[in-house]
T-cell receptor, first 110, second 112 residues
Framework: KNEVEQSPQNLTAQEGEFITINCSYS?????LHWLQQHPGGGIVSLFM???GKKKHGRLIATINIQEKHSSLHITASHPRDSAVYIC????????????FGRGTQLTVWP | DAMVIQNPRYQVTQFGKPVTLSCSQT?????MYWYQQKSSQAPKLLFH???????NEADTPDNFQSRRPNTSFCFLDIRSPGLGDAAMYLC???????????FGPGTRLLVL
């Protein structure tokens, strides 16, 4: 079983819809990351968080340490949001090593 | 702009022919990582450097080597590429290993 699980694996939405991607993990962590990867492209870090909630533009990330769960929300989704969204965690014992979820492929149609 | 640069963006090599991928960074970060990402899979860490200290993942094949001649540059050497080594190779950096990782655009390797 993967230490980091994401759901859903694939997500299709209409432009303007509110989107939620979920991530759960089974290990102790020092931080959780949400990453974005466009087709054929590199990876962009969206958020790094260890507690609470962060917001950047239309993106919101939350984490519940007790429940070992995080969510990434996209408000007013747009076709340019179409990408793979990856959840990854730092385990405190291994410096910098990221443990990745399998990613969620998001497609937003106009 | 400070960034992580990878060259080339696309690399074609022949089965068994050594190949070197390069990564450079202008962020002056201490930590540099190499990941392998195969189609529809999560990135897999191959190894990382903390300054000059090399840290190899236990399941990284011996076929993969790395060099970091200075803070700015890091190289991935594949001594004898096999068909199964065709993948996207991602370089990333982090200031001390406990912050956000900054990823390069990746090098897509094709093995013929």
């Amino acid at each position: 079983k993967n230490e980091v699980e994401q759901s859903p694996q694939n997500l299709t939405a209409q432009e303007g819809e509110f989107i939620t991607i979920n991530c759960s993990y089974s290990v102790g962590i020092s931080a959780l990351h949400w990453l974005q990867q466009h087709p054929g492209g590199g990876i962009v870090s969206l958020f790094m968080l260890s507690s609470g909630k962060k917001k950047h533009g239309r993106l919101i990330a939350t984490i519940n340490i007790q429940e070992k769960h995080s969510s990434l929300h996209i408000t007013a989704s747009h076709p340019r949001d179409s990408a793979v969204y990856i959840c990854a965690v730092n385990r405190g014992s291994t410096l910098g090593r990221l443990y990745f979820g399998r990613g969620t492929q998001l497609t937003v149609w106009p | 702009d400070a960034m992580v640069i990878q060259n080339p963006r696309y690399q074609v090599t022949q089965f068994g022919k050594p190949v070197t991928l390069s990564c450079s960074q202008t962020l002056n970060h201490n930590v540099m990582y190499w990941y392998q990402q195969k189609s529809s899979q999560a990135p897999k860490l191959l190894f990382h450097y903390y300054d000059k200290d090399f840290n190899n993942e236990a399941d990284t094949p011996d076929n993969f080597q790395s060099r970091r001649p200075n803070t700015s540059f890091c190289f991935l050497d594949i001594r004898s590429p096999g068909l199964g080594d065709a993948a996207m190779y991602l370089c990333a950096t982090s200031s001390t290993g406990r912050e956000t990782q900054y990823f390069g655009p990746g090098t897509r390797l094709l093995v013929l």
